[in-house]
Structures are given as C-alpha cells and as structure tokens.
C-alpha cells in the first residue's frame, strides 16, 4: 500500500515558535481570512486562477522508469503523485491544506460529519465514551461501536474516577439545537486527569468563532455540511488532530473505511472555504443582534407580539457563566433557539415566515427554521431551531416581527384566551 503524496508538515500549522513543530517550513503571516484563500497555492500547479475540477480516481505513475518506486519502498516523503483517489486526490488535498491552516490541526476529510465521528471513534477505539446532549446522530454512531466492541456508554457528568486511560469524553459546543456553550477546558482537564481524549464536536462555532485546542481538544470534528460547505449544497466531515503521527493512523485508516470525502464535494469545500469566514462572521453577528432584540422584546413590561407567543429564547449569547465569551472569541455561533407557548404556536411560526425556510440543517448562507421535533425525538415540541443566514439582519428581524404579530392575534383564537 503506497502512502501518502504530499506530506502534511508541508501545511503551515501555526504554533507557538513559528514552525510547525514537525520539522516544516515556517508558518506565514497570514491571518485566517487570507489562509483561506492562499493557504493552497503550493499545491496548485496550473495558470488557473480557480481551482480545476479534478474527477479521475486514478492518476497515471511516472513515464520515467527510474521514478518508480515499489509499493514496498513507498515512504511518506518519497512520492509525489496522487494514485487513487480513495487515499488522496488533488481537491481533498486542497481542502486538507486549507483546513490544516484555518482549524489549526492536522485535517482529514470525510464523506460526512458522521463518517467523521466513525472514523475518530474507530481510531481511538475507546473502552468507555463519555457522551450527553449532542447531535442525535452521533448517539447513532456510539451505540453502533458499542455493538460492535463492548463500548460502555458513560453520561458526560460521570465522576472522572469512572474514566480510564484511552477513554474519550465527547462534548459538542455549541450545542445542538440551543446554540449553548459549554466549558471545553472543563472537560479537557476531567479527560487528561485520566489519560482520556477530548472530543469536541465544534460544527456550531468554527473558526474564527472558537478554537478549542486552545481550551484542550485533542481531536476537533466538524461537520463540513454546514458552515464549511456554506451553500446547503455538499456533505462533508472533518477531524483535525494537533498530533502528526495520529493524523497519519487515521488517515491510513480511513483507506481502508472509505469514508474519504468525495471529488466533487472536495472542490466545493474548496470554493466554499474561499469565504467561510466573511460568512461566519455575518451570520454569527446576525444572530447575536435578532438574539438581542427577542431578549429585549421579552423583557419589556408591554404586551409585545414577542411575548405573547415566545416562552423562552437560548443562546450562548445569552448566558452569564464567565467562560461563555472566553471561549467564543470571534463571536457567539449563528444558531439559536426558541420556545414557544405552545406546541401549535411552534408548528405554525415557519409556515408564516418569508425569508426562512422551513427545513433541517444549518450552516448555510440562507437562512433556516425547524420545528425541531421533525427530526429530533428527543426534543421539546415547543422548540424552533433558526440558523441565520447571510441576509440583512433587519430584514430577518421584519420577517420575524410579521409573523408573531400575526400568530400573536391568531394565538387567541388558537388558545381560546390568550
Ligand atoms: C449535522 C451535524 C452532524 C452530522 O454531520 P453530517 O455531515 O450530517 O453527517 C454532527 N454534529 C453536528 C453538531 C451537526 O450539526
């Protein structure tokens, strides 16, 4: 089995000393904006101004036959070329290269956000996770290896005398669907006090929202479906790792999983991270500002539509605990919640919004609204999810405004007397 093209040390992970710990070139001064856009450059060898669009599986060895090397032989610095694109392929490279930079890890790219958490799981292989509130599908993937390999399901406040070496505590913050922190080096110093690994699942809040291997990640997971790809349009997952040699046992593994994410997907990850975060910055002030005017509408003494239909709106910006805007040094995540009065008041609000669509996910550059009890068994029927979007935020505000108003005089009919 050949290895690996172009080795990652080749990517400029930033730390401390300016080099990237492995023996790479120095990290340049780019700021993350900019990574986002040159960070792929080395790889890039044609006039292209855009990235070419590469679709073949398979790349032709070298003419020369004195430049062919036996598998045998293959080490990861003696290739060159891509062979297959299960192991590595023009796009996913870029997009490793650009993430690398950008999440400030190794990157691997994924065919989703949960062959991602797959991936990381069989890799760590953990005897025990340590798992509460997080995207429902990940509770999926934990009771499949706990089928698979006896893994013992641990809730996350489990004393750490519980945990054991190679064990892992899974967190994800911001949380699903809420948009609520939680404290990343908490759980960091609960984990390492044992010799487990942290798991934060950061698809809330990516770069330059929050970084958490400043708070003591060992593993980062992302899934790419959201603000990564940005459009609603591709499905994608990414681990990062601070550690090399885990970058490269994942990455072998994953040619054997065959979760590699897709050609295709790969070069509108690298589209979409041209912008990503000029996006995450929009959406997260969007949302923190419609945050600002619910709050503010729920705390007014007057009978305002807000009130008369909203029970309750959650988000981390909203949240007094210290470590909140510690944490979230670019700005809080672009999702929030609210809870209505009632569950009826809850079905309706999407049909009477015209800016909002009514569907799931999150992430992209329009904005979203769920009733969130449509794919959520777990959640209260009285909860709307909204993912804000790139639009003006006073627009989202005015489309929100007409339809309280709207459900507010319907709310008394709806609830006999409101
Ligand atoms: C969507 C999502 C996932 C799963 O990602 P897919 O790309 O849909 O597989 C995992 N975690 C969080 C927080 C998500 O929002």
């Known amino acids: 089995m050949s290895k690996f093209v172009l080795h990652p040390t080749s990517f400029n992970l930033p730390t401390t000393n300016g080099h990237n710990g492995n023996g790479g070139p120095p990290k340049h001064a780019y700021t993350s904006q900019t990574s ?44 060159e070329s891509h062979v297959y694109s299960r192991l590595t392929a023009p796009s ?47 509770h999926g993937v934990a009771n499949i290896h706990t089928r698979i390999t006896g893994m013992k399901q641990l809730p996350l406040d489990c004393p750490a005398e519980d945990l054991q070496p190679g064990d892992v ?48 990640a060992d593993v980062v997971m992302h899934s790419a479906s959201k603000y990564v790809g940005g459009h609603s349009d591709m499905l994608g997952g990414v681990l990062a790792v601070k550690d090399l040699n885990m970058r490269w046992k994942m990455w072998e593994e994953r040619v054997y999983l065959g979760g590699i994410m897709g050609n295709l997907e790969a070069w509108m990850g690298v589209r979409s991270a041209r912008t990503l975060e000029l996006r995450v910055v929009r959406q997260s002030e969007n949302a923190t500002k419609l945050v600002q005017w619910l709050s503010g509408e729920m705390a007014k003494d007057d009978e305002n ?65 769920e009733w969130r009890a449509m794919s959520d068994t ?35 009919i709806i609830n006999g007397k409101n």
Request: with cysteine; charged share 20%.
């Open 92 to 138: 996913t490279t870029r997009l490793e290269a650009i993430l690398s930079e950008y999440l400030n890890g190794y990157a691997l790219v994924y065919s989703s956000g949960l062959a991602a958490f797959h991936a990381a799981l069989t890799y760590l292989n953990p005897g025990r996770i340590s798992i509460g509130d997080c995207y429902h599908g990940c």
């Open 305 to 369: 539509a807000v009130k008369k239909v909203v029970e309750r709106v959650r988000h981390a910006s909203l949240q007094k605990e210290e470590f909140v805007r510690k944490q979230l040094t670019g700005g809080f995540g672009p999702v929030f919640a609210i809870e209505m009065h009632t569950e009826i008041l809850a079905k309706m609000l999407p049909s009477h919004l015209e800016l909002f669509a009514h569907a799931t996910s999150l992430g992209g550059v329009e904005s979203l609204i």
């Open 378 to 412: 777990e959640v209260s029927p009285k909860l709307l999810r909204l993912s804000i979007g790139i639009e003006n935020w006073e627009d989202l505000k005015n489309d929100l405004s007409q339809a309280f108003e709207k459900l507010a005089a319907e709310a008394v």
């Open 36 to 79: 986002l856009l040159h960070a792929d450059k080395f790889l890039n060898d044609v006039p292209d101004v855009a990235p070419p669009l590469h679709v073949s599986t398979t790349f032709r060895y070298p003419r020369d036959h004195i430049k062919l090397i036996a598998a045998k032989d293959i080490t990861n610095d003696n290739t």
């Open 169 to 216: 505590i899974h967190i994800e913050t911001p949380l699903n669907p809420v948009g609520e922190a939680c404290d990343i080096s908490y759980y960091a110093e609960k984990a390492h006090s044992r010799g487990a690994i942290l798991m934060v699942d950061s698809t809330f809040a990516p770069p330059p929202l929050q970084d958490p291997f400043l708070w003591g």
